[in-house]
């Protein structure tokens, strides 16, 4: 399928409209952006794109005063209509940050291992050789971009993977993520079949045209069109040299604007930050997207700032002020208003009748601060809101830093780490498509020699709550003594992330040192045993035959000793 024509061709598509609304959405909290928030929930931050809204004091859309489900969204706390007169202090907690962050340190704190089945390739020279390539791929950059495309994912649902290469500034391809709302897919069968990648260019002279640079990927290309349209639709297409952006890809595209790759597959993949999605199960076109962090809590996390708003509001309100009787003011003079030193030391009274309710005495009004109901309102939001993300407090330090066991930790982080678990098996897919994307990339584009990109991959994760060096000793010191573990299973326990070859290579190590530090026999350790005596051997002068030392003894005959006895 072709890029869309010229025309009045509705961008992004209909069937997107409300997906990529959503992920706005749920940008504005990720990004802690107030004003963004303000806007997407039609706040004081929209009124400028509204005639409407710059009428109504310049400051409030008709839409926060309007019944039903329009006015009850924009009546949210970061869309209520603001009181003419009254300062804009609403505050933010950026915990949506928190939470798409501790779902990336979850994930990627530690980089994957990823081997290369031995039954995929016949050559042992190409297994090594792709191994070592896949190691290049997943250094400190590759580990970064997963790292970070899986926080964007945590919060937008998920992102694109997308695999590039300019051997002028790298010698191998590397990775670049994308925003779920920057590429247009085309599923079939719930797998990625096409994808359109596309941004908006910055206008020309001032204009207000809306230029558009559209790549569609399919299988084996790669083609790009630029469009000069308005806000909702493409417009007509144009010369890629029409816009300064976009005249570089001249020079390296083919005369119809087409990429071929060379490679029967895409170089870009779709990885989902968890399923399935609750919000978009009626639109076919948005069920293989994800669910984002954020769903579902998004009144919780407006609720937690409107509590700190409103804790932050008792500090400010909590500040003492004095009431003056007007007769305390002096007087600069007529129309030149009154003022009150508030460094004067005295004061005359005045003779006046004494009454109890007089307002001829300094006051001073100072509301209470309730330090207590906020505390607790912003714990159990903040409970609340980790918890239907699928996190444990602990994760946070909400359960206080108190160093414990790994087992304690492990049963304080329960739901976190089911929540690991549960991304992991959604992740590692498209982790070992985009390495085999790079692969075919490094070895048609790149010149590597000796890879098989035909090779099938797993992935293993490492353990997110290391266990206790001291327990785990502890352990395999109980198993030794009871002779119920060998030393093969007890460097296996001791370094799981160890390979067959790596294990027994140590327990070779610990056989050598073993036998070198205690030379003696097995069955005498402290060298107590006694050399035999050899007996010296004669030899019989007749035949010049050996003989026995005893043979030359006369054997006594026990009739004779009997006899002796009886002599006796």
Not at 9 to 20: A, D, G, I, M
Not at 189 to 218: F, N
Not at 301 to 320: H, I, N, P, V
Not at 370 to 393: F, K, M, N, P
Request: hydrophobic residues 40%; charged residues 25%; proline residues 7%.
């Amino acid at each position: 399928m072709p890029l869309p024509p010229s025309g009045k061709t509705v961008w992004p598509p209909v069937q997107f409209h409300e997906p990529f609304g959503d992920i706005d959405v749920w940008r504005a909290w990720y990004s802690g952006d107030t004003g963004h928030l303000a806007q997407v929930y039609g706040g004081p931050a929209a009124f400028m794109s509204s005639v409407k809204a710059r009428d109504f004091f310049e400051l409030n859309k008709p839409s926060q005063f309007r019944g039903g489900i329009v006015g009850g969204l924009a009546r949210m706390f970061w869309g209520e209509p603001i009181t003419p007169g009254q300062p804009h202090a609403k505050l933010h907690v950026p915990i949506a940050a928190d939470v798409a962050e501790l779902s990336a340190n979850l994930m990627w704190s530690d980089v994957p291992t990823v081997t290369v089945d031995s039954d995929s390739t016949d050559g042992a020279s190409a297994l090594l050789a792709t191994q070592d390539q896949i190691k290049r791929y997943l250094d400190d950059r590759g580990h970064a971009t997963l790292r970070e495309g899986a926080e964007q994912a945590a919060g937008l649902s998920g992102v694109y993977v997308r695999v590039v290469w300019d051997t002028s500034l790298r010698p191998r391809p590397w990775m670049d993520v994308l925003s779920p709302d920057a590429v247009v897919p085309e599923w079939r069968w719930g797998m990625l079949a096409a994808a359109t990648v596309w941004r908006q260019l910055e206008p020309l002279y001032g204009s207000s045209e809306v230029w558009r640079l559209l790549e569609r990927h399919e299988p084996g290309s790669i083609e790009y069109g630029l469009y000069k349209g308005d806000q909702d639709t493409l417009g007509m297409m144009m010369a890629l040299d029409d816009h300064p952006e976009a005249a570089e890809l001249v020079g390296q595209l083919g005369d119809n604007g087409v990429v071929n790759t060379g490679i029967d597959r895409l170089l870009i993949t779709y990885m989902p930050n968890v399923g399935p999605n609750r919000c978009w199960d009626h639109i076919p076109e948005a069920k293989p997207f994800g669910r984002s962090d954020f769903a579902g809590v998004e009144s919780l996390m407006g609720s937690l700032d409107e509590a700190w708003t409103s804790w932050m509001r008792d500090l400010r309100l909590g500040k003492a002020r004095i009431m003056l009787p007007q007769s305390m003011l002096e007087s600069d003079g007529p129309g030149a208003g009154a003022l009150f030193d508030l460094d004067r030391e005295v004061f005359v009274q005045l003779n006046m009748l004494d009454t109890s309710d007089s307002g001829s005495a300094i006051t001073m009004n100072q509301f209470a601060i309730r330090v207590d109901e906020h505390e607790r309102t912003v714990a159990a939001l903040r409970q609340q809101i980790l918890s239907a993300a699928g996190y444990s407090a602990q994760s946070l330090g909400d359960e206080g830093t108190v160093a414990i066991t790994a087992t304690e930790v492990a049963a304080r982080e329960r739901q976190s780490l089911t929540t690991r678990g549960l991304k992991i098996l959604y992740q590692r897919p498209a982790l070992l498509e985009v390495l085999t994307t790079m692969l075919y990339v490094d070895a048609v584009h790149c010149g590597a020699k000796g890879i098989d990109p035909t090779v099938e991959l797993t992935a293993s994760w490492p353990q997110a709550v290391q266990p206790d060096p001291e327990s785990t000793a502890r352990t395999l010191s109980f198993l030794e003594t009871a002779k119920a573990i060998s030393t093969w299973m007890k460097v296996r326990t001791l370094h799981p992330e160890w390979d067959d070859e790596d294990v027994a290579e140590e327990v070779a190590r610990i056989k050598d040192d073993a036998a070198a530090a205690n030379p003696l026999p097995a069955g005498d350790p402290f060298g107590t045993a006694v050399a035999p005596v050899e007996e010296p051997v004669t030899t019989d002068p007749e035949d010049g035959a050996p003989e026995d030392a005893a043979d030359g003894q006369e054997e006594d005959d026990p009739n004779e000793e009997q006899g002796q006895g009886k002599a006796a």
